[in-house]
């Protein structure tokens, strides 16, 4: 069919993860005749789109499988990508409980560059460690900045050396956003009127508002 179906992609992200996201729903439905009440997160979560089939066979054969990436061997039109290539300061995070990124393997961007990295480690999975805004109860994050070309050291060590801290992690990604960030200024036209292609909509545009 050229794609990857938003059914599709469903099932298989609900397969990863079938104790919670199979099993147990049909178990408090079915046998125990619960409602199955939907979360914000877990409407976020089944907004699904479709995937070309070329760009979803690329990423999980070269950088899932094999892993092209950190070994210097990912190409985007014929150039290599190299991670040490990137000189820009990076914000990586990671969450504690990933079944889809490990932290410990999202810590490893380290190992593969060399600029400026601020390292943030929170309480969470793949998708409530992204989505703990400030107020959120018994969130927690452990924060490190390596400075550029500084020393490697495993992820293992620096959980050891790294304490946890109470709250939400957000606050510190705005104070780095701030930091790295130039002086504000108004925000450009939407559109481009002179090109043919003025604003269709206001937003926050007809998508939001589809079944």
Not at 55 to 72: I, K, P, Q
Not at 132 to 146: N, Q
């Amino acid at each position: 069919q050229g794609y990857l179906d938003r059914p599709q992609m469903a099932r298989a992200f609900a397969a990863i993860r079938s104790e919670d996201l199979i099993y147990t729903r049909n178990v408090q439905r079915y046998f125990l005749g619960r409602e199955d009440l939907p979360s914000d997160i877990g409407v976020w979560n089944a907004d699904t789109t479709r995937m070309p089939a070329r760009m979803h066979s690329e990423y999980l054969r070269s950088l899932f499988l094999e892993n092209r990436l950190t070994a210097g061997r990912f190409a985007v039109e014929g150039r290599v990508i190299a991670l040490k290539d990137i000189s820009a300061p990076l914000f990586v995070v990671g969450t504690e409980t990933d079944h889809i990124a490990p932290w410990n393997s999202v810590y490893k961007t380290q190992l593969f560059t060399d600029c400026d990295l601020t390292f943030v480690l929170t309480k969470g999975g793949h998708n409530g460690g992204i989505l703990s805004e400030p107020g959120h109860k018994g969130r927690h994050y452990r924060i490190s900045h390596r400075p550029a070309g500084a020393l490697y050291l495993g992820p293992d060590a620096w959980l050891d050396q790294h304490d946890a801290q109470p709250g939400s992690w957000w606050p510190e990604w705005v104070d780095w956003l701030n930091h790295q960030g130039g002086k504000r200024v108004p925000p450009p036209a939407m559109g481009a009127p002179d090109k043919g292609f003025p604003p269709l909509i206001a937003a926050p545009g007809s998508y939001v508002f589809q079944p």
